[in-house]
C-alpha cells in the first residue's frame, strides 16, 4: 500500500523489520491537523521468536507530517487505542544459547546451519515450534523462563490466565485469536502456549508501548531507548555503536509508559525533516515499571491526530497524560486551590502564580538514575531552567514515575505558562486540560 499525495486522513498497516530510522520505506504523506489509523501488530514476544527480524519489534512505517522539518516537534493527539486480539501469551524472558551472537533481540542466527536472520516455519505448538526454514532447527532465539496465556473480555475490560488445556487450544488457531495483520511477518506468541498461574484476574486499560519520531539513523525500534539501546555498545552486528554518546541520536519512541493512552497527548522532536511518526507495540496492560520486561502484547489499532509546533528545542518526548492519570501533586490547580494561595499570597505579600499546567519529560538511560538525570537535563534545556529549579519544582510540584525497569522516567512537573510559552508548549498544554 503505497501512500501518494498528502491526505487528510491516513490508514497504515505497513510494517518494517524491526527497524527505525530514516532508510525505511515512508508509509505516506498525512496533513497538519490531519488523521492517522494505525492497525499494528503485537510487539515483544512475536518478533522476538522470529527470527528473521533485526529488533524486538513489529511497528509500522514512518509516517510523514506535512510541514514538519528538523527543529520543530510533533504534537501526537491519541484519540482512541481498540484491541483487536482476544488472547496473547507473555510472561518473563530465558534466552537460548546459541541462537544469536551479541543481542538476543538483533542478531539471530540459527544455531545449527548457522543462517543469519533466517526464514522460518512453524511446526505444531510449543517452544519448539518456530523452525529454520534451511534445515529445519529450532531457530528461535528466546522462550519463557515463567509465562502465562491471557484470554480478554473487552467488554468488561478484564483478563483471567489460563490452564494448560485453555492455552493449547488458543495456540492452535493462533493467529486469528491474536488477529495478526495480513502484511506482519511475525510468528504469534501464543504458539507457545505458557500456562503459568492459571485462573488469575487482573484488569485492561490498552496502551502504546513504542510511540514517537524516527531517529536520524538505523536502529533496532526496540534499542530506541537509553535502557534498551545500551546493548547496542560495541555490539558486532550491523547496528552496533562505539560510544555511549551515539545513543543520544535516539528519539525514546520505546517508552513503554502505561499513560501513553487514548486521550493523551505525545510531544516528540523532529529530527529527520517530516517527523516520520511511527507506532508499534501495543499492550493491553501494565503495571509500573513492566517488571518482567514484557506484558501483553496486542494487536490493534490506534487513531491520533498530528499537529507540528514549529521551532521547540526538544531533546526528548513530552507527555501530556489524562487528568485522572496524573499524580494528586502536580494535576492543574483547582478554583478553590487558587483562591486558596492568592489569599496566601496576599497575607505574606508575595505575587502568587497560579497559571501552571502539568508536563512529563521523559527521560531514559543505562539505570533509573541515569534516565532521571536525563530528563533533568532535557528538562533544563527545553525550560530554560537550571536543574537545581528543576529538581526544586519536582519535589515541590511533581515527582519522578518509573516507565520501564531498568531506566525509563515520567518526570512531572507544574510549569508556569510564560514558561511554557516561551518553549513553545504553551498552546498545546492548555488544550490539553481545558485551562
Avoid: K
Avoid at 494505525?38 to 515483544?44: I, V
Avoid at 493462533?174 to 500456562?195: F, G, S, T
Avoid at 530528563?375 to 531552567?385: C, E, N, P, Y
Amino acid at each position: 500500500m503505497s501512500q501518494q499525495g498528502v491526505q487528510e486522513e491516513l490508514y497504515v498497516d505497513q510494517y518494517t523489520l524491526g527497524l527505525v530510522g530514516p532508510d525505511q520505506e515512508w508509509a505516506g504523506t498525512v496533513a497538519d491537523g490531519g488523521t492517522v489509523t494505525t492497525y499494528t501488530p503485537p510487539g515483544c514476544w512475536g518478533p522476538m521468536v522470529t527470527p528473521s527480524f533485526r529488533g524486538g519489534h513489529e511497528v509500522t512505517r514512518p509516517i510523514r507530517v506535512e510541514g514538519a522539518e528538523v527543529g520543530d516537534a510533533v504534537a501526537i493527539h491519541i484519540r482512541d487505542v481498540e484491541v483487536t486480539s482476544m488472547a496473547t501469551s507473555t510472561g518473563s524472558m530465558a534466552e537460548r544459547e546459541g541462537a544469536f551472537g551479541d543481542d538476543p533481540f538483533v542478531d539471530h542466527r540459527c544455531p545449527e546451519c548457522g543462517t543469519t536472520w533466517p526464514d522460518s516455519v512453524v511446526e505444531g505448538t510449543g517452544e519448539d515450534a518456530i523452525r529454520c526454514a534451511e534445515c529445519g532447527a529450532n531457530a528461535s532465539s528466546f522462550g519463557f523462563e515463567y509465562g502465562y496465556t491471557v484470554a480478554f473480555d473487552h467488554e468488561n475490560a478484564v483478563g483471567i490466565t489460563l490452564d494448560e488445556e485453555g492455552a493449547h487450544e488458543l495456540a492452535l488457531d493462533a493467529d486469528e485469536v491474536m488477529d495478526i495483520p495480513e502484511n506482519a511477518r511475525q510468528h504469534p506468541i501464543l504458539l507457545y502456549e505458557p500456562d503459568g498461574m492459571p485462573g488469575t484476574l487482573g484488569r485492561l486499560r490498552p496502551f502504546i508501548g513504542n510511540i514517537g519520531t524516527t531517529p536520524p539513523v538505523t536502529m533496532p525500534d526496540s534499542h530506541n531507548a537509553g535502557d534498551f539501546g545500551q546493548n547496542l555498545i560495541g555490539a558486532d552486528h550491523d547496528y552496533g555503536v562505539e560510544t555511549e554518546a551515539d545513543l543520544d541520536l535516539r528519539t525514546d519512541g520505546h517508552m513503554d509508559v502505561p499513560e501513553v493512552r487514548a486521550g493523551a497527548t505525545l510531544i516528540c522532536p523532529v529530527v529527520v525533516d517530516g517527523g516520520g511518526v511511527y507506532v508499534g507495540d501495543l499492550h493491553a496492560n501494565q503495571g509500573d515499571g513492566e517488571l518482567s520486561l514484557h506484558t501483553t502484547d496486542v494487536s490493534g489499532t490506534v487513531t491520533m491526530d498530528v499537529e507540528v509546533i514549529e521551532d521547540v528545542d526538544l531533546d526528548g518526548p513530552v507527555l501530556l497524560p489524562n487528568e485522572e492519570d496524573l499524580p494528586f501533586i502536580s494535576a492543574p490547580y483547582t478554583d478553590d486551590e487558587v483562591a486558596a494561595g492568592e489569599g496566601l499570597g496576599e497575607e505574606h505579600g508575595v505575587d502568587v502564580d497560579t497559571d501552571a499546567a502539568p508536563i512529563q519529560v521523559i527521560g531514559s538511560g543505562a539505570t533509573v538514575n541515569d534516565a532521571t538525570q536525563n530528563a533533568f537535563d532535557r528538562a533544563g534545556t527545553l525550560l530554560g531552567m537550571s536543574e537545581g529549579e528543576v529538581r526544586a519544582r519536582c519535589t515541590f510540584t511533581g515527582g519522578v514515575q518509573i516507565g520501564r525497569l531498568p531506566g525509563v522516567v515520567q518526570l512531572d512537573m507544574l510549569v508556569p505558562s510564560d514558561v511554557l510559552e516561551e518553549s513553545g508548549l504553551d498552546d498545546v498544554t492548555r488544550e490539553q486540560y481545558d485551562l
